[in-house]
């Protein structure tokens, strides 16, 4: 079935690092994908999205590429914060009526 | 700003027990879901709720859950008879009509379910 596999975590990098998260999904067709982020104490919400094949995702300096032929959206920022310390869940959505399926997610601890 | 609320925040309980988990969707939203995510491992769909009746539910979902929206306001989640393998993070999500569904999910802080 449909399904998203993202990096294990915990995730550690000093304040100002370069930041990669990786994501691969497999899918029968051609789903949405998105990033959803959880803070500590609060509900996932949504990072950023993309619909279709090369559409870029962008929201608070992260950036994913919707990547057909690598079956990829890898999470991004070139300069993380300690206020980016959450929790990173990458998800596909095949239609608007059917469910979103997610990762299991991966934790990011930036020292100051 | 109208967000999801989930009640209770964590709930311990002994296996056999009935379990209700509640949450308030945002107010004028109609599609209402619940995920769980046992420790480790995904975060996974449960089931899905439109007027008033499910509209998709997974394999997880057996006999032993129920899902009701009792007044308009409350979409519960049951669990008549819980297990060990039910200790998980519940979480309720809502989202808009389908008219104005941007492909995001509103979702509560969750509900820690520890089973004895």
């Known amino acids: 079935g449909d399904s998203v596999t993202q990096m294990e975590g915990p995730v550690t990098l000093s304040e100002e690092a370069f930041l990669t998260i990786n994501c691969t999904y497999t899918a029968t067709g051609y789903p949405s994908l998105f990033w959803y982020v959880q803070y500590p104490g609060e509900g996932l919400q949504l990072l950023l999205k993309?619909?279709?094949?090369?559409d870029k995702g962008s929201n608070k300096g992260f950036e994913a590429t919707y990547r057909k032929e690598t079956t990829s959206f890898h999470l991004e920022k070139g300069s993380v914060q300690v206020s980016d310390s959450a929790v990173y869940f990458c998800a596909l959505e095949m239609n608007r009526d059917d469910k979103i399926i997610f990762g299991k997610g991966t934790r990011l601890h930036i020292l100051p | 700003e109208p967000e999801v609320t989930q009640t209770p925040s964590h709930q311990v309980t002994q296996m056999g027990q009935e379990v209700i988990l509640r949450c308030v969707p945002i107010?004028?939203?109609?599609?209402f879901y619940w995920y769980r995510q046992i420790l480790g491992q995904k975060v996974e769909f449960l089931v899905s709720f439109y007027n008033n009746e499910i509209s998709e539910k997974s394999e997880i979902f057996d006999d032993q859950f129920s899902v009701e929206r009792p007044d308009g306001s409350n979409f519960t989640l049951k669990i008549r008879s819980t297990k060990l393998e039910d200790s998980a993070m519940y979480f309720c999500?809502?989202?808009?009509?389908?008219?104005?569904?941007?492909?995001?999910?509103?979702f509560g802080e969750g509900s820690r379910l520890t089973v004895l």
């Open positions: 999500a809502s989202s808009p009509p389908r008219e104005r569904y941007t492909g995001e999910l509103f």
């Open positions: 993309a619909t279709k094949a090369d």
């Open positions: 107010s004028n939203h109609l599609y």
